[in-house]
């Protein structure tokens, strides 16, 4: 039960952050609506073997977007950085974020996170299952390690 609350959590907030751009592929004024079974699951470019996203509008590659991303179990980024604002809402899972030089913070389904651009932190998906969540971007998608990798 607490799964599902947390899917529709996670797609209510896509939806009402979502109403300031529409849709990809959405005539402006038009309804959108996409069940869960019919997003197109893609590697996410400029991102770490693993990570999957479900582009909602824009494109993440070039300018601001929404997506929903997901990382396989036990997934873990090293101290990185992004060029862009970004804003994520966790819909399934356990997101572990590290802010450069502060404990970790665990955040579970319905857990809200914002990083302004250049803000280090690392990102890990905890053991027990994939992580799932929506990620709304004010530009271009990049990762900028903080260390040669």
Known sequence: MLRKWAVALGIAVAVI?????????AEAGKAVVWPAGD?????????PPGVKQAVLWGDPATGASGTLQKFPP???SAL???????RMVVVSGTV??????KPEVRLSA?????????YKHTTVCDKASECVFFMEGDGKFDIVWAAKK
């Open 110 to 118: 319905g857990s809200y996170l914002s990083e302004p651009a250049g």
């Open 80 to 86: 990185h950085w992004h060029s862009a604002n970004l």
């Open 74 to 76: 036990g997934f873990t």
């Open 39 to 47: 997003l197109k699951w893609t590697d996410a470019p400029n991102a």
């Open 96 to 101: 572990i974020h590290g802010p450069e030089g």
């Open 17 to 25: 952050l979502a109403s300031a751009e529409p849709a990809r592929g």
